[in-house]
């Protein structure tokens, strides 16, 4: 079916004001930047061949953004061993080399760390309202939810999320400690070894 | 940890290379015009179509009706007030249905006095036309043209809601009047949605009844377009209500906290007490009334803190919340079928979405769904098969009770002067961001238009 010029030009708008957008949702949903690049390209390709067979689409926002939690989901399904671990320890990091600062960067992978343990019913509702920052209501549409459903896995997910955060503080603690009695050994050992000569 | 997420998330995006080469592959895969996606929801509008063709029918009925009715009054001084009694409890197609109508809400109309209780009692009527609906199909006795009859009622009571409710706003100050309208439609959008979900239940289990299915179907969407017309108008009321004068929102956000104790308690009763046996049932009630109690506390923290904005919006939610329990509660406890769902699985879009894919939507009316998910889906928003179709329950269709339809605590001596402090900033709180005072925009600010042709 031909789709008119005026809407190709729309659509193309969209991509340009929703691309990155799109991108971070799924980046921060699959920890992955080359496959949430894929996820987020493969959005719009669906979402264009849906108008290509005559769709109609009110809300173009949560159109995307639905499209995209449908990927994300289907994807996770076909790469659940694909673990932020398990990347790291074969040598990929997931974090954007690109950032700014070292401090971003830990902060970064400090979050992708929390939202890659929590369960995959919260980790979307979390990333939709403190990464993608959409409200409540507009959750409730893409996932196809009453806001009360939405309300309640935010909440149990905010706190789910808090104490894996300050789990992931404590062992980071413990092992700067344990890096500085270290550094500390490792510092009386020379010391102690030139003073010997 | 939310801090941390709005921290970051600034810092990751795509990259403007990586940007432009996927627009590249796009425009490329536009012009060859590939096609080969079956992930994709799908959005159609209702066809309004439906309804007028059944006009006509309905006419005839009236006709039929009326000589029913005039020898049922003559039966109903004859034999008194049992029979009005024994109507109450009547379907459409039975002989006491007309009384149950034509006699009976008419006199419950003539005895509202006051435009509050008019807006509740059409809004008891058009939940309990809803009633009726859902006890037919389980039944087995759901057919088009008494679908479409106690559909086009429903219609006709929630115009009537809506009429009533204006009126009522009308004749109030402004602190009072957006109040109202608030708790109003919050209480009618949850019950609403309970009916919605126990239809949806009643629908799967109509599965070997595609005609039933299909009636369900189309009633459903016509309820979720009014629950969708009822969310609008709450959030516009909600809006209203936080720009009142700080006393005024005080003074409503007290009252509102104390009448939510008794609410959540008296939905902890309900679930307790209900037929809802499924661990998954319990577990999942119970976890929503925890939620609405933390709301509770929070909202308390937040008015000690002379922050009552923020406060209406955690109590408003927590409301919604525990109101959900509690009528999901008292449904389960008159339809034994549906006691085995909890209140989260229960997806009516799902629901929708499935009556499309097996062919069984009503003819030339298209539904409103989403993209279709499989059993094993991690988000959980498949419905579990119910037990089979035309149980004999004896589920009542009484007037629903248990909504509280807008009644307002004491909220007296407001000031309806204009001034008018700012709107709070939406806060990180889960909570209070429920209420966000922000709609959803049909389409993007920039893109010139809608993407519909």
């Not at chain 2, 039929?64 to 459409?92: C, E, K, N």
């Not at chain 2, 100050?173 to 979900?197: C, H, M, P, T, Y």
């Not at chain 2, 889906?377 to 119910?386: F, L, R």
Request: proline share 3%; hydrophobic share 40%.
């Amino acid at each position: 079916m031909e789709v008119p010029d005026v809407t190709q030009q729309e659509f193309l708008n969209a991509y340009d004001l929703y691309a990155d957008a799109i991108f971070r949702h799924c980046f921060f949903r699959t920890s992955n930047r080359e496959h949430a690049e894929d996820l987020a390209q493969e959005t719009f390709l669906r979402v264009w061949q849906y108008l290509e067979r005559g769709g109609k689409i009110d809300n173009i926002k949560a159109f995307l953004y639905r499209v995209a939690n449908n990927l994300v989901v289907d994807g996770f399904r076909k790469k659940r061993s694909s673990s932020l671990d398990r990347m790291q320890e074969e040598g990929f990091d997931p974090v954007d080399d690109s950032l700014p600062s070292e401090e971003v960067r830990l902060d970064v992978a400090r979050a992708l760390r929390v939202l890659d343990e929590l369960e995959p019913q919260f980790r979307d509702v979390m990333t939709m309202r403190y990464i993608d920052e959409l409200s409540p209501r507009e959750i409730s549409e893409i996932l196809g939810q009453t806001e009360n459903a939405v309300s309640v896995r935010l909440h149990r997910g905010l706190k789910r999320a808090r104490e894996l955060l300050e789990s992931a503080r404590v062992r980071e603690g413990a092992l700067l400690e344990a890096k500085r009695e270290q550094d500390e050994y490792k510092q009386q050992s020379i010391k102690h070894a030139r003073s010997s000569y | 940890m939310q801090d941390l997420l709005t921290k970051v998330r600034q810092h990751i995006t795509l990259g403007e290379r990586a940007k432009r080469n996927a627009r590249i592959r796009i425009v490329s895969s536009m012009s060859a015009g590939n096609a080969n996606s079956d992930v994709v929801p799908t959005l159609s509008a209702v066809s309004a179509q439906q309804y007028q063709q059944w006009s006509v029918f309905l006419g005839y009925q009236m006709l039929a009706r009326r000589r029913v009715v005039a020898f049922l009054v003559a039966a109903f001084v004859i034999l008194g007030s049992s029979v009005s009694l024994a109507a109450a409890d009547a379907l459409p197609g039975e002989a006491l249905y007309v009384i149950k109508k034509d006699i009976n809400e008419p006199f419950r109309r003539a005895l509202a006095v006051s435009k509050e209780s008019r807006a509740k009692l059409e809004a008891e009527l058009a939940l309990l036309r809803l009633e009726e609906l859902a006890t037919l199909a389980e039944r087995g006795s759901l057919t088009v043209a008494n679908r479409s009859a106690l559909e086009a009622d429903f219609l006709g009571h929630m115009e009537k809601v809506n009429a009533s409710v204006s009126s009522v706003v009308q004749g109030q100050k402004a602190g009072e009047k957006a109040f109202f309208a608030a708790e109003f439609n919050s209480d009618l959008e949850i019950s609403l949605q309970v009916r919605e979900k126990v239809l949806a239940l009643v629908s799967a289990g109509n599965d070997d009844n595609s005609v039933a299915q299909g009636d369900i179907l189309v009633a459903l969407v016509a309820v979720r377009e009014q629950r969708e017309a009822v969310a609008k108008e709450r959030m516009k009321a909600e809006d209203l209500v936080v720009v009142q004068p700080d006393q005024v929102v005080d003074k409503i956000v007290v009252a509102k906290i104390r009448n939510l104790d008794t609410l959540i308690t008296r939905a902890e009763e309900t679930a307790r007490r209900s037929l809802l046996v499924a661990d998954t049932a319990r577990e999942e009630s119970s976890a929503y009334l925890a939620v609405a109690k933390e709301l509770m506390r929070e909202a308390n923290l937040k008015l000690e803190a002379d922050s009552s904005r923020e406060a209406f919006g955690l109590a408003q939610n927590a409301k919604r919340i525990a109101t959900e329990v509690l009528l999901f509660s008292e449904e389960a406890s008159r339809r034994p079928h549906i006691a085995t769902h909890d209140l989260v699985t229960v997806s009516v879009g799902a629901r929708l979405n499935e009556g499309v894919a097996t062919g069984t939507s009503a003819p030339s009316a298209s539904v409103i769904g989403e993209a279709p998910r499989d059993a094993t889906s991690p988000t959980g928003t498949t419905i579990v098969n119910a037990v089979p179709a035309a149980t004999t329950t004896n589920a009542q269709a009484t007037p629903i009770q248990s909504a509280n339809f807008g009644i307002m605590p004491e909220a007296n001596n407001t000031d309806s002067s204009s001034d008018t402090k700012d709107k709070p900033q939406n806060d990180a709180d889960v909570g209070a961001s429920v209420i966000e005072l922000e709609t959803v925009p049909k389409v993007a600010p920039n893109i010139p238009g809608s993407l519909v042709p």
